[in-house]
């Protein structure tokens, strides 16, 4: 069974500062792999998506990830963060070559100082 | 395009009472999933649906918990006999068949708030 493990719990950075969320999963073939962002009281908005080939994604709001397969790893960064990205962040992984559920990670809640 | 509508946004129900959330999905969309949020937690699957047909149920309770999607109308999950544990957001998404080029991309709604008082 897939996993995704998102082992910073909160993280706190200066508006104007670069951003790195951490994303790690665990799946026997190569995954589908999403990254959704959710406001307080909010549904989720999917920000980028990784299905195949070229590995460095492109996103909205300026978010790109990337994807490792040597590291398991799919990495959310933002070169320069604005106050209003502060909000909680999940990273999810799908089945390759069918719809199916998408597994998330217990997420990573932004603080965005000024 | 309107996104994924869920009703009510907010439901309170005394325990023992049933709970009925609704969901309806994008246009063009044949996929339904609904999850499972509870406080300071991630998003928990619960069920996959098509139209008339439950295509994987391994996240629902054995009890209490049932979901559908008619070939007309929204989809419907269901919570008969609320307790205090069934509060948690219940957020509801959709995608497009995977054969129109869909690759598994969730779109979710702004979710039903269940408190259990």
């Known amino acids: 069974a897939q996993s995704v493990t998102q082992p910073d719990i909160h993280i706190t950075v200066s508006e104007g500062a670069s951003l790195e969320l951490r994303c790690n999963y665990s799946y026997g073939a190569t995954p589908y792999l999403f990254w959704y962002v959710q406001s307080p009281g909010q549904g989720l908005q999917l920000l980028l998506k990784?299905?195949?080939?070229?590995?460095l994604v492109q996103g909205i709001k300026g978010f790109e990830a990337e994807f490792k397969r040597s590291q398991s790893s799919f990495n959310l960064r933002k070169p320069s963060v604005h106050w209003s990205d502060a909000a909680e962040y999940f990273c999810a992984v799908g089945l390759t070559g069918t719809a199916s559920k998408l597994t998330f990670g217990t997420g990573t809640r932004l603080q965005v100082t000024l | 395009n309107a996104g994924v509508m869920q009703n009510p946004r907010h439901l309170v129900r005394r325990r023992g009472q049933e709970a009925r959330l609704r969901c309806s999905p994008m246009k063009g969309h044949s996929h339904v999933y609904w999850y499972r949020q509870l406080p300071e937690e991630g998003l928990k699957f619960m069920v996959y649906l098509q139209k008339e047909n439950i295509i994987d149920e391994s996240g629902m309770p054995k009890e209490r918990f049932s979901a559908e999607f008619p070939k007309e109308g929204p989809s419907i999950l269901r919570i008969q006999q609320v307790v205090r544990g069934d509060s948690a957001a219940y957020f509801c998404?959709?995608?497009?068949?995977?054969?129109?080029?869909?690759?598994?991309?969730?779109?979710f709604g702004p979710g039903t708030r269940l408190t259990v008082t």
């Open positions: 998404a959709s995608s497009p068949p995977y054969s129109s080029g869909g690759a598994g991309e969730q779109y």
């Open positions: 990784y299905f195949s080939g070229d590995t």
